[in-house]
């Protein structure tokens, strides 16, 4: 027996994937139009193999067909440095570029394309973005109406990103870097200003742009930034910089976009709407935030039919927006009575001394009809040094995604669809329920401090509803909770009392 045991062992083989391995099934996965799965499996790819050109061209390649257009140059400028001489490569560079309008470096790299490779597979589409890019002459140009230098744009880009990702620390220093090496780029220092302004730093954001307009009068960026500061801030410059931009008419499309969105982030409706809608008109492709911009312009400027068609081309390219609608803050909605739809219980929450509660807070702003407006004004959502839980809580209101393979983000995941189940029970929370939430959010916090696992999240909501309602009324019973959530008694107090350790009169 011992020796067939043996035997049997001896013919196992080990299988151990490659980069190859995965590239291949991601190949067939395109073929079959597959983009999430071929993702999946070129991920894995890169990971196996970083150096490989091909197998970073076909992960760009992938990232574009799902619109990560930032994270697609990435993976093609890393093949193009490892490969340049592969063509392919050259032409998937050019088609980023333009995505992401660089219209000047995207004719460039089409250019090289067709110069070494004139019968090449892409040629007819090299040359539609080299006329393409030869007609917009004004799109030759960044945001700021500076000639676009490759390496320096893509690299603002890159600690815009970062900003949008909350790494203001990253970005902080990548701008620094980028204004020391290039003294007049404005962009930089416009987006320095932002991201001071992110970290609490007001005034050395506004002293930022001030030294911008001595140095570049008239810089539009600056003023709508400056604008929207004194805006968050209540200051009485607001109005004299309004005045200013009433008065400015701008030729360049992304001037038109920026002022616009300023006027409207203001409230300033009908000057907002006179200039996005004029960008429409003009066929200006917009990416959802203009979508999102023209609708409330729309609506509150008296113009509701623009306003529903744009909410409705918001939608098509962003349907998380659904139930954000400008309208639906006159309307009376289903559960007007949901602490997460009073913007001041939340931003309380949100802004409160114990971390349990700004916790709460967060979950709450995931489901709030006042989410975008939250997430707009930087110091509602401003912590000194927030919790590593605090950042996942704030990354899954914003719909970020986690990784199950992480142990601490697999607990963590756990324990937030415990959450989900308890929010389920009534579909909003009230003033009464809001005391079950704050005594989990309590122990959610000691416990995943202390690497608990969160374990059979069922289980986890059953206790908490019974650990909370037993204690203010004698008459509940484990067999009923338990079978509420269908779970045995046993399993219900199991997890009580693994749950009650974490109450702070159980601490020692």
Same mark, same amino acid.
């Given at each position: 027996?011992?020796?067939?045991?043996? @035997?049997?062992?001896?013919?196992?083989?080990?299988?151990?994937?490659?980069?190859?391995?995965? &590239?291949?099934?991601?190949?067939?996965?395109?073929?079959?139009?597959?983009?999430?799965?071929?993702?999946?499996?070129?991920?894995?790819?890169?990971?196996?193999?970083?150096?490989?050109?091909?197998?970073?061209?076909?992960?760009?390649?992938?990232?574009?067909?799902?619109?990560?257009?930032?994270?697609?140059?990435?993976?093609?400028?890393?093949?193009?440095?490892?490969?340049?001489?592969?063509?392919?490569?050259?032409?998937?560079?050019?088609?980023?570029?333009?995505?992401?309008?660089?219209? %000047?470096?995207?004719?460039?790299?089409?250019?090289?394309?067709?110069?070494?490779?004139?019968?090449?597979?892409?040629?007819?589409?090299?040359?539609?973005?080299?006329?393409?890019?030869?007609?917009?002459?004004?799109?030759?140009?960044?945001?700021?109406?500076?000639?676009?230098?490759?390496?320096?744009?893509?690299?603002?880009?890159?600690?815009?990103?970062?900003?949008?990702?909350?790494?203001?620390?990253?970005?902080?220093?990548?701008?620094?870097?980028?204004?020391?090496? @290039?003294?007049?780029?404005?962009?930089?220092?416009?987006?320095?200003? =932002?991201?001071?302004?992110?970290?609490?730093?007001?005034?050395?954001?506004?002293?930022?742009?001030?030294?911008?307009?001595?140095?570049?009068?008239?810089?539009?960026?600056? =003023?709508?930034?400056?604008?929207?500061?004194?805006?968050?801030?209540?200051?009485?410059?607001?109005?004299?910089?309004?005045?200013?931009?009433?008065?400015?008419?701008?030729?360049?499309?992304?001037?038109?976009?920026?002022?616009?969105?300023?006027?409207?982030?203001?409230?300033?409706?009908?000057?907002?709407?006179?200039? %996005?809608?004029?960008?429409?008109?003009?066929?200006?492709?917009?990416?959802?935030?203009?979508?999102?911009?023209?609708?409330?312009?729309? &609506?509150?400027?008296?113009?509701?039919?623009?306003?529903?068609?744009?909410?409705?081309?918001?939608?098509?390219?962003?349907?998380?927006?659904?139930?954000?609608?400008?309208?639906?803050?006159?309307?009376?909605?289903?559960?007007?009575?949901?602490?997460?739809?009073?913007?001041? &219980?939340?931003?309380?929450?949100?802004?409160?001394?114990?971390?349990?509660?700004?916790?709460?807070?967060?979950?709450? =702003?995931?489901?709030?009809?006042?989410?975008?407006?939250?997430?707009?004004?930087? @110091?509602?959502?401003?912590?000194?040094?927030?919790?590593?839980?605090?950042?996942?809580?704030?990354?899954?209101?914003?719909?970020?995604?986690? @990784?199950?393979?992480?142990?601490?983000?697999?607990?963590?995941?756990?324990?937030?669809?415990?959450?989900?189940? =308890?929010?389920?029970?009534?579909?909003?929370?009230?003033?009464?329920?809001?005391?079950?939430?704050?005594?989990?959010?309590?122990?959610?916090?000691?416990?995943?401090?202390?690497?608990?696992?969160?374990?059979?999240?069922?289980?986890?909501?059953?206790?908490?509803?019974?650990?909370?309602?037993?204690?203010?009324?004698?008459?509940?019973?484990?067999?009923?909770?338990?079978?509420?959530?269908?779970?045995?008694?046993?399993? %219900?107090?199991?997890?009580?009392?693994? %749950?009650?350790?974490?109450?702070?009169?159980?601490?020692?």
């Amino acid at each position: 027996m011992e020796n067939k045991k043996k @035997k049997n062992q001896e013919n196992v083989l080990s299988f151990i994937p490659t980069g190859e391995y995965y &590239y291949k099934k991601a190949l067939k996965e395109l073929q079959r139009d597959q983009f999430q799965k071929a993702h999946k499996y070129l991920q894995r790819a890169t990971e196996l193999s970083p150096k490989d050109p091909l197998i970073l061209m076909h992960y760009g390649i992938v990232l574009m067909e799902m619109q990560e257009f930032e994270r697609a140059m990435d993976a093609l400028r890393e093949a193009y440095s490892i490969d340049p001489e592969e063509t392919d490569i050259l032409f998937f560079l050019a088609e980023a570029h333009a995505h992401m309008g660089m219209f %000047l470096e995207a004719r460039k790299y089409a250019k090289k394309y067709v110069e070494q490779d004139i019968q090449g597979d892409y040629a007819a589409e090299a040359m539609e973005i080299i006329d393409f890019a030869e007609q917009e002459d004004w799109q030759l140009f960044d945001d700021e109406g500076e000639a676009q230098d490759s390496e320096y744009f893509y690299q603002q880009e890159k600690a815009r990103r970062w900003m949008e990702q909350g790494n203001f620390a990253g970005a902080i220093h990548l701008l620094e870097q980028l204004i020391e090496e @290039k003294p007049d780029f404005w962009g930089a220092h416009n987006n320095l200003a =932002l991201a001071y302004f992110y970290v609490g730093e007001a005034e050395m954001a506004k002293a930022l742009l001030h030294d911008v307009l001595r140095r570049n009068p008239g810089n539009l960026h600056a =003023l709508c930034n400056l604008a929207v500061f004194h805006y968050y801030e209540k200051n009485d410059e607001l109005e004299d910089i309004l005045e200013l931009l009433k008065k400015i008419q701008p030729y360049v499309f992304e001037h038109r976009y920026k002022l616009g969105a300023t006027f409207a982030l203001v409230g300033k409706y009908k000057e907002a709407y006179r200039w %996005l809608r004029s960008l429409q008109k003009r066929g200006f492709d917009g990416d959802p935030a203009f979508y999102f911009w023209l609708s409330h312009a729309a &609506y509150h400027a008296g113009h509701e039919d623009v306003a529903r068609q744009a909410w409705k081309q918001l939608t098509k390219m962003d349907p998380d927006k659904e139930g954000y609608e400008p309208w639906s803050e006159n309307a009376v909605m289903p559960h007007a009575d949901a602490l997460e739809h009073d913007r001041d &219980y939340l931003v309380e929450k949100l802004d409160h001394s114990h971390k349990s509660e700004r916790l709460f807070g967060l979950f709450l =702003l995931g489901k709030s009809s006042h989410k975008q407006e939250i997430i707009s004004h930087p @110091k509602w959502l401003q912590s000194d040094q927030p919790s590593l839980l605090e950042t996942y809580l704030l990354g899954y209101a914003l719909g970020h995604p986690f @990784k199950e393979a992480v142990p601490e983000e697999q607990a963590f995941m756990r324990a937030m669809r415990a959450t989900e189940i =308890l929010y389920d029970k009534e579909g909003m929370v009230t003033q009464q329920g809001s005391y079950a939430f704050q005594m989990w959010f309590m122990i959610f916090d000691k416990a995943f401090d202390r690497q608990y696992q969160f374990k059979n999240p069922n289980a986890l909501a059953a206790a908490a509803d019974y650990m909370f309602n037993s204690s203010r009324d004698q008459s509940v019973t484990k067999k009923v909770i338990a079978e509420t959530y269908g779970i045995s008694p046993a399993t %219900l107090t199991k997890y009580v009392n693994e %749950l009650i350790q974490y109450l702070p009169i159980f601490e020692s």
